[in-house]
């Protein structure tokens, strides 16, 4: 969760530049910085960099590079934890870590800390990334889901813990701190508390993974459970003979005499066509469905795969194979309710059913 851009004048309540007058005899006085950066940070005095010997750091920046990177791995190692709830908007980030690219984490820690820094009143810091509306939408494709203000809450809680974690305990350090963070909750919270994460990003999101299926590629790691999904559907359905989705099986024709003659094109098709259309209605923002509209595709006038128009009662069926895949690969039922809900919509329950 990138903390971006504001201007720096409004950040400017942590510390002021102070002059003490002199008489007319007097040479001119030194400015004097009091801003929170110099006074309760450790300022501009120069130390060596534990992160990378043989360099130089600011203490007041090494300060805030410290809590920073310890916000992010209180985040990063919290599986099933107080801050759980948060590592969905990490998913880039994490899964990047997994794989050892840890380019983004590098980068998150350094903006953020440079954020914080022009913020309290360094002089040779200056913030230059996304702003804060940005930063926290859609249009990052870093940013995996809209946070609510419980969320942005748990956030500053884990700022808190970054800082324990570093030996900053001080009220007079941590309440400014979290009056900074409060100052820029507005832009950043864009979803109103009660409102789910989309399901997209609640199975994975954007964050890239290892593809099990494909060696050496990467695939979405909300993609990933639902081709899963998918493929455990199809393939109970086209094992099932004489069980309970036999009367499936027919419209299956071309597809299992395709697969029965050892050719998997059409099956490798039609579960990508079907993963993509629950991505992209559950919440991607990278993947599209550019097949037939649900219509023509269930149209055996239109769509030369389709051996015969859907019954309702067939279709109910099919949701039941869509249940069973799920199972079959540990979908918490919460969210194969949510499944559901989508597969029975009224629009699309009307456009697939045609008989």
């Known amino acids: ?46 130390v060596p960099d534990p992160d990378n010997p043989g360099q130089m750091v600011e203490q007041g920046f090494l300060n805030l590079r410290t809590v920073v990177t310890n916000t992010v791995l209180e985040i990063a190692t919290n599986e099933g934890g107080t801050y759980n709830d948060l590592q969905p908007y990490f998913s880039v980030l994490l899964n990047e870590v997994g794989r050892n690219e840890l380019s983004g984490f590098t980068t998150l820690v350094q903006d953020f800390t440079i954020f914080l820094a022009e913020a309290t009143g360094a002089q040779n810091f200056k913030y230059t990334g996304l702003n804060m509306a940005e930063a926290h939408n859609s249009t990052n494709p870093r940013m995996n889901g809209l946070i609510n203000d419980a969320d942005y809450d748990l956030f500053i809680q884990a700022v808190v813990a970054g800082a324990a974690e570093a030996g900053i305990t001080s009220p007079e350090v941590l309440g400014p701190v979290g009056d900074l963070l409060e100052s820029v909750r507005e832009p950043i919270v864009q979803r109103p508390d009660g409102e789910n994460l989309d399901l997209y990003t609640r199975l994975g999101g954007s964050g890239l993974v290892e593809d099990p299926d494909n060696p050496g590629t990467l695939i979405e790691a909300g993609y990933l459970p639902l081709r899963a999904v998918v493929t455990s559907t199809v393939l ?42 629950l991505a992209a209605n559950i919440g991607s923002t990278n993947i599209e469905y550019n097949g037939l509209n649900m219509r023509d595709a269930h149209d055996p006038t239109v769509n030369s795969r389709m051996t015969g128009l859907i019954t309702a009662e067939d279709y109910d069926l099919f949701v039941q194979a869509v249940v069973e895949g799920a199972l079959e690969n540990n979908v918490p039922e919460s969210i194969i309710g949510e499944f559901g809900a989508l597969l029975n919509s009224e629009g699309l329950r009307d456009a697939i059913i045609q008989a």
Do not use: R
């Open 236 to 277: 109970v359905i086209a094992t099932n003979e004489g069980g309970k989705y036999d009367d499936l099986q027919p419209y299956f024709t071309v597809l299992l005499n395709e697969v029965g003659a050892g050719d998997t094109s059409g099956f490798t098709t039609l579960v990508g066509g079907f993963s993509d259309f």
């Open 1 to 46: 969760m990138k903390l971006k851009n504001l201007s720096f004048s409004k950040l400017w309540v942590l510390g002021v530049f102070v002059f003490f007058a002199c008489g007319e005899d007097d040479p001119t006085p030194p400015m004097m910085d009091t801003s929170f950066y110099a006074t309760q940070l450790g300022g501009e005095t120069m």
